[in-house]
């Protein structure tokens, strides 16, 4: 029996190595082929010059700035008018709660496409085309995070909501020192969501942005690998720079994910 055991664990320990490597091959391509590769493709020994030619070739670095203020300034909004929007709908005995989530779930069912047209004609008459404000303003609020948030805060304890109440606690207090604290891995989660969205958006600012100065680092790998197309290993270096962001971001949540996916298997 105690064979048997240790025979099955072996072999889902294999299975999880042979998995975890087909989900990390693309990504290690990217690494070795932008430190590797030379310009008639052939392995090098490993060196930082295709890093140095992508970012001479474009303003990667300047691309990558423009993304992390799009990503802080989208995921910011997000969350904040997701946790307002949700707590009015959950703690502030709003007249027809369910009507007022509706219309946020009602934004989840109309496809993106249709909204584009008005959102860019709304952006050139406020005269912010070709600006960074103009790639994340019009996703300030989500109805998914919405979502996200009045569902944890519809299974929050009432009996600690009482005694927050009993001991005083305003609104704010108790979104603050008792609510959110105890919600954190559903705010880590929406922000890891909507950080990864803002991070990975192409088409809008694509469309809304003419310079490369104020384009973000999707759509400048985009031109890069049109202008260094017969350098691989250049084009790989600018896909290493645009991932890498994403990946810290992700190690650096790993044990909360984790934590929250467990915890919502118990319940």
């Known amino acids: 029996m105690v064979r048997r055991s240790k025979l099955s664990q ?53 691309q990558v700035g423009n993304s992390i203020i799009v990503t802080i300034c989208q995921t910011l909004g997000q969350i904040v008018t997701a946790i307002l929007a949700a707590y009015a709908i959950v703690f502030c005995n709003l007249k027809r709660p369910q009507l007022w989530m509706m219309v946020f779930l009602l934004s989840l069912m109309i496809p993106g496409e249709t909204t584009i047209l008005s959102n860019y004609l709304n952006v050139t008459s406020w005269g912010l085309m070709d600006t960074v404000i103009a790639v994340f ?9 919405v979502f996200l948030f009045r569902q944890a805060f519809q299974s929050f304890p009432s009996e600690l909501r009482d005694a927050s109440q009993i001991d005083g606690a305003g609104h704010f207090r108790f979104m603050f020192h008792v609510l ?16 990864v969205a803002a991070w990975n958006g192409y088409f809008w600012p694509l469309l809304v942005t003419n310079s490369p100065e104020t384009r973000t680092i999707q759509v400048g790998i985009t031109q890069l690998s049109g202008a260094e197309s017969s350098h691989m290993g250049v084009v790989l270096a600018g896909s290493a720079i645009a991932i890498i962001p994403t990946l810290i971001l992700t190690l650096a949540f790993n044990k909360s994910l984790r934590g929250m996916t467990v915890a919502g298997g118990i319940k």
């Open 137 to 145: 303003l019009p996703y300030l609020v989500q109805g998914f995070t």
């Open 180 to 195: 959110l604290p105890i919600t954190k891995p559903t705010v880590i989660a929406a922000t890891i969501n909507s950080a």
């Open 10 to 62: 072996t072999l889902m320990v294999a299975l999880g190595i042979v998995l975890a490597l087909i989900v990390l091959l693309p990504v290690l391509y990217i690494f070795v082929g932008a430190l590797t590769f030379n310009a008639s493709g052939v392995v090098k020994a490993p060196t930082l010059s295709n890093f140095t030619t992508a970012a001479t070739s474009m303003p990667l670095v300047r």
